[in-house]
């Protein structure tokens, strides 16, 4: 067995070594794996229709086998197709359970079942991910103001109008486009780089 990893920042190593430093007892290294991959597992329940509730069962049992198979992985450097593989299972075994089966049957009689073809693929799920969390990272490096205007006009769930926009920011409404473009330049430039 080797020495323990002793490291300050885990959220900087790549998943093999997290997954290294996992195996070996790192109990900041789990933390880290499970905040890098948080939002993943949880997307995938939501999207199969889960309550609330079966989506927090789902999250502890993906997690529960991760740890359970540490030892077994094959591919630690993909590691988020295993959990979205893992994930999928979760669901599938959610939805076969006496809540689901008279849905089932119904959606059998009218032929409404989704194909494999309908649902993205382990590597789609895990691309748009990364394209999300490459955003959400370059979004931190703008100043606040940009920030809190591209996120009030592209993220905010109760799309606020320019004038609301106008209000929050204290602004004036005709600075919003011209403001909007120069920080949608710099989070472009900030991505690219």
């Not at 300050?8 to 790549?14: G, H, R």
């Amino acid at each position: 067995m080797t020495a323990p990893l002793y490291v300050t920042d885990y959220k900087q190593l790549s998943d093999a070594d997290l997954l290294m430093a996992c195996k070996q007892g790192e109990e900041d290294a789990w933390g880290a794996l499970v905040g890098r991959y948080e939002r993943l597992v949880y997307t995938i329940p939501y999207r199969y229709g889960l309550t609330p509730s079966e989506v927090s069962d789902v999250f502890q049992s993906v997690w529960l086998a991760l740890l359970r198979n540490l030892g077994s992985l094959r591919q630690p450097d993909r590691i988020a197709a295993w959990l979205v593989t893992t994930t999928r299972r979760e669901c599938w075994e959610r939805r076969r359970g006496d809540k689901y089966k008279k849905e089932f049957s119904s959606e059998l009689d009218s032929n409404i079942i989704k194909t494999k073809s309908d649902e993205p693929s382990p590597d789609e799920l895990v691309s748009t991910y990364e394209r999300h969390e490459a955003l959400r990272q370059a979004m931190e490096h703008l100043e606040p103001r940009c920030r809190r205007l591209i996120h009030l006009l592209y993220f905010d769930p109760s799309i606020p109008s320019y004038a609301e926009v106008s209000e929050m920011l204290s602004m004036p409404i005709g600075s919003i486009g011209p403001m909007r473009g120069r920080c949608l330049k710099k989070l472009r430039k900030i991505m690219a780089d």
